[in-house]
């Protein structure tokens, strides 16, 4: 089946600090992939869609500037989470669309971010 | 009104149990379905895609679409301890965009 990695797998970081996560398909090519966000025991809430080679298209209320998505390549995208603060803790996890098969998403295995 | 609405549950039943579990939608658009399973601090786990109404089984998963009442189910057989999960479905419409719309979540305890 699809395999889709994130690195790193936690995180924890001081208030204001950067924090970048890659997210990866590791058999498969994925011209779009997808941000989430979950906090404890709530559903999954997308971000952003990322799309090789352009602009990530961002949902209402996702401030840009603040979460910075880089679809380098095919395989490759990239959230970084600029001047953390305490209220940014939270689960993220990507998905990647695989549109060879099924054309559906599979998703990472998740990034715990604490920021303290 | 949400556009999927999932009881959320908790579900508890004892190992060997038929699970039922179930989301409502309100958007006719929505043309691809799916269930997810996700372990606690796990990313979700693709379980079954369906995209036409009718019965999809695997192994111990059956899932179920009915279009003409916007209503999915997934049907799990002699329920497992490893089965206790949290159950997302999920959907979309056609089209380019691959945007999914999960439902809340429905957190299922297998008791052995």
């Known amino acids: 089946g699809a395999v889709v990695s994130q690195h790193p797998s936690w995180v924890i970081c001081k208030s204001g600090t950067s924090v970048k996560i890659e997210c990866r398909s590791l058999?498969?090519?994925?011209?779009?992939m997808f941000w989430y966000r979950q906090f404890p025991k709530q559903s999954l809430m997308l971000m952003a869609t990322s799309n090789e080679g352009s602009k990530a298209t961002y949902e209402q209320g996702v401030e840009k500037d603040k979460f910075l998505i880089n679809h380098a390549s095919l395989t490759l995208s990239t959230l970084t989470v600029t001047s953390a603060h305490p209220e940014d803790s939270s689960f993220y996890i990507c998905s990647a669309r695989d549109r060879s098969s099924t054309d559906t998403q599979y998703f990472g295995p998740g990034t715990r971010l604490t920021v303290l | 009104q949400k556009e999927v609405e999932q009881d959320p549950g908790p579900l508890s039943v004892p190992e060997g149990a038929i699970v039922s579990l179930n989301c409502t939608y309100s958007n006719s658009a929505f043309q691809y379905f799916m269930w997810y399973r996700q372990y606690s601090r796990k990313g979700p786990e693709l379980l079954m895609y369906?995209?036409?109404?009718g019965n999809k089984e695997d192994g111990r998963f059956t899932a179920q679409v009915d279009k003409s009442s916007k209503y999915i189910s997934l049907f799990i057989r002699d329920s497992q301890p490893s089965d206790s999960a949290t159950y997302l479905c999920?959907?979309?419409?056609?089209?380019?965009?691959?945007?999914?719309?999960f439902g809340q979540g429905t957190t299922l305890q297998v008791k052995p």
């Open positions: 058999d498969f090519q994925a011209t779009t």
């Open positions: 369906t995209y036409s109404s």
């Open positions: 999920a959907m979309r419409p056609s089209g380019n965009t691959g945007k999914l719309i």
